[in-house]
């Protein structure tokens, strides 16, 4: 099964309600409201994450915000991690997405130390190849950024 991360744009309105209550989360993912399906990057969000920043976790925003960072809701304890980004901080990680080349995060590619620190979802046992997955699941993610960022739109990220 494992842990799979999913962003979830959602109309500014939605994000006050669930921001005001926490438990309306389930509901508010699950809306046939929401402008957009959810984007499920599989289980690349930690490699993703360490690529944009070179932390496991946490580092500097807007970088950070794109997968781990955001406001976190303390109360989601249906998922292993939730959070939401305003209109304008998914502005600024998709600004700050632009300026990142394939090149860059092949070259912040380091299977060694990507083993070292254990990774999710490989953990010691990256390889190569594995470039590849990360990269169209960080290609798909950059396009969502850029659809929300052009419809005004808040993000939801979260991992199940």
């Known amino acids: 099964m494992g842990m799979t991360c999913y962003l979830q744009q959602i109309t500014p309105e939605r994000l006050e309600a669930v921001k005001n209550d926490s438990s309306l989360l ?10 957009e399906e959810p984007l499920d990057i599989d289980k690349t969000w930690q490699g993703i994450h360490f690529l944009l ?26 998922y292993i991690f939730a959070s ?3 209109s304008d901080e998914v502005k600024e990680v998709t ?31 990256w390889i190569d190849d594995d470039f590849d997955y990360l990269l169209g699941n960080y290609k798909d993610m950059v396009d969502y950024y850029k659809s929300a960022a ?6 939801l990220v979260y991992i199940l």
């Open 95 to 125: 600004e700050a997405l632009r300026g990142i080349s394939e090149k860059e995060l092949k070259d912040r590619f380091n299977t060694e130390e990507m083993n070292e620190l254990k990774l999710y979802p490989s953990f010691n046992n």
């Open 26 to 35: 389930p509901s508010v993912i699950n809306s046939e409201e929401n402008p």
């Open 53 to 78: 920043t070179g932390e496991v976790g946490g580092g500097d925003p807007p970088l950070a915000n794109a997968l781990l960072g955001g406001t976190v809701f303390e109360n989601a304890s249906d």
């Open 150 to 155: 052009e419809k005004g739109n808040p993000m």
């Open 84 to 86: 939401f980004l305003t």
